[in-house]
């Protein structure tokens, strides 16, 4: 099991001189990942790992005037492998857009994205060494004769390089899902198939699809077909056969919408589905479980853990072989005029990780957008749109493993194992906006808490919970963390420590 030495806390968006030496389980911080200086932008980002750890990064891009597909390699300590690469091979104007990246157990990957070189939009892709060397050309996947638009592609790919697109297709007249299958050299399995098996003619659009170690696989996506936006999906045997139906997901009795769903899946089969749901009159984000039979684990459940009523938008999960996963959003709980990146760990049983961190602040030069994440069992990846340098949109990624909680975390500040549970008071106080709190843990042989976890919670006089700052089993320690009350209003708070029996509460005044 991953154990957190550090707690993620979300705080102003700076860093003192211990939390930068704290700074637990950065691999390689923020770094750029198009290799031009100029202006253009670059746009949606999509990653893929091997399994020694090396990834691909692709993007959609113009540096040349319109709108291209670029890829960069890159090992698995961050360090480029050769420059960023042009992937489509028209000589047009056309825009490609959107673009998706797997890769198999080998290095292997294939590209796809939509294509405009046509006069209308279709989707192709196109395959490549582990080396980033090209496997035949541009290869267009709906095989339609019409002017029928085709686009919002995904892909998956297992681990012998067999892979399937799935797709939104408007040849019906209506807005339906299909999917094409290939095998490993590229080599159509089939036609084009559908997969809505709705009579009407209501939209299904934004898919998503992953694939398991024998080749079956699953495919998600919103679905209007009971006059409201849900999320349902579709089982398939590695042949291209369905098993059962086209199945509901969002558990609400409503009519609110639910969209832009994602999935993950571990190395037997069972999976994760993920997505933005209105049921609460604000957009949260929810995920499911299921079984690798596709029997759903619990309710839905709600990720994001702010206490307001701010937008959560546009969730990526992935999840490692032994099921734990990850779920990044944007966020807008903070209330800049750009989003923040947020994300939450999980243990494969569902539980949380620790609490929602922050993987990328809106500072007050970059906006940041479009958030992707790949983990496999060691380290976690980020990739997103920022605008930090001023010249546009650009691609940024960074790599963790699973023990960083965030851009922002709580510190142990002292070696010295403590004899006993202390909560001193919060300092400064009065405060405004920020203050620090420190508290000690003992050993458990002192303290008798083995396997309890270790809460911090801010209450207002009511007793009403503003916010959890730790829930985590800590060893031994001297901790701090900083508090920030950005968007609460003067009065008293009351923060309180518990860990086992142990149960201690100190007042604090906020002043603005």
Not at 90 to 101: I, L
Not at 206 to 212: E, F, M, Q, T
Not at 292 to 311: E, F, P, Q, W, Y
Request: with cysteine.
């Amino acid at each position: 099991m991953k154990q957190n030495i550090l707690l993620f806390v979300f705080l102003v968006f700076c860093f003192s001189f211990t939390q930068i030496l704290n700074a637990q389980g950065i691999i390689k911080d923020d770094f750029l990942v198009n290799d031009d200086t100029g202006i253009e932008n670059q746009f949606v980002p999509a990653i893929a790992m091997d399994p020694a750890g090396n990834f691909v990064v692709v993007w959609q891009d113009f540096r040349d005037g319109d709108s291209n597909i670029y890829f960069q390699r890159f090992n698995n300590a961050g360090t480029a492998l050769g420059v960023n690469t042009k992937v489509n091979d028209d000589t047009q104007n056309a825009a490609q857009e959107y673009p998706k990246v797997v890769m198999d157990a080998a290095g292997d990957f294939v590209i796809m994205w939509d294509d405009n070189r046509s006069g209308n939009s279709d989707v192709y892709y196109q395959r490549y060494t582990s080396t980033g060397g090209t496997l035949g050309v541009n290869t267009k996947v709906n095989d339609d004769t019409g002017d029928a638009i085709q686009w919002d592609a995904s892909i998956s790919m297992d681990a012998a390089g067999y892979f399937v697109i799935v797709w939104i297709d408007e040849r019906n007249g209506n807005r339906d899902i299909y999917f094409q299958r290939y095998t490993s050299t590229g080599g159509a399995l089939g036609v084009n198939t559908l997969v809505n098996d709705d009579a009407s003619t209501a939209d299904q659009i934004a898919p998503s699809i992953l694939i398991d170690v024998t080749g079956n696989f699953v495919i998600v996506w919103h679905d209007f077909r009971n006059d409201d936006w849900d999320i349902y999906y579709q089982r398939y045997t590695s042949t291209g056969g369905p098993l059962g139906i086209n199945t509901k997901v969002n558990d609400d009795a409503g009519t609110n919408f639910q969209l832009y769903p994602t999935i993950s899946m571990d190395a037997v089969g069972n999976f994760v589905i993920v997505w933005q749901d209105f049921r609460n009159a604000n957009y949260d984000i929810y995920f499911q479980r299921y079984t690798s039979t596709g029997g759903a684990l619990g309710s839905n459940i709600k990720v994001n853990d702010d206490v307001g009523t701010m937008h959560q938008k546009i969730p990526e999960i992935s999840m490692d072989t032994v099921g734990d996963f990850v779920i990044v959003w944007l966020d807008d709980r903070y209330g800049q005029t750009d989003h923040d990146i947020i994300g939450q760990r999980y243990f494969s049983n569902g539980n949380p990780n620790g609490g929602n961190y922050l993987i990328v602040a809106n500072g007050p030069n970059n906006g940041v957008g479009s958030p992707v994440v790949f983990a496999d069992n060691s380290n976690i990846i980020f990739s997103w749109e920022d605008n930090r340098r001023s010249q546009g949109r650009d691609i940024y990624a960074k790599i963790v493993n699973w023990n960083w909680n965030g851009a922002t975390d709580v510190d142990e500040i002292d070696e010295n194992i403590p004899e006993e549970f202390s909560l001193s008071q919060n300092y400064p106080n009065p405060f405004n906006p920020t203050t620090k709190i420190k508290f000690t843990i003992p050993s458990v042989t002192l303290s008798g808490i083995e396997g309890s976890p270790t809460t911090l919670k801010i209450n207002d006089v009511l007793g009403n919970e503003i916010i959890t700052l730790v829930n985590e089993e800590l060893s031994a320690g001297e901790y701090e963390i900083e508090f920030d009350a950005k968007g609460l209003t003067s009065g008293i708070y009351f923060y309180q420590l518990k860990a086992g029996n142990y149960l201690e509460t100190e007042k604090m005044i906020l002043l603005k």
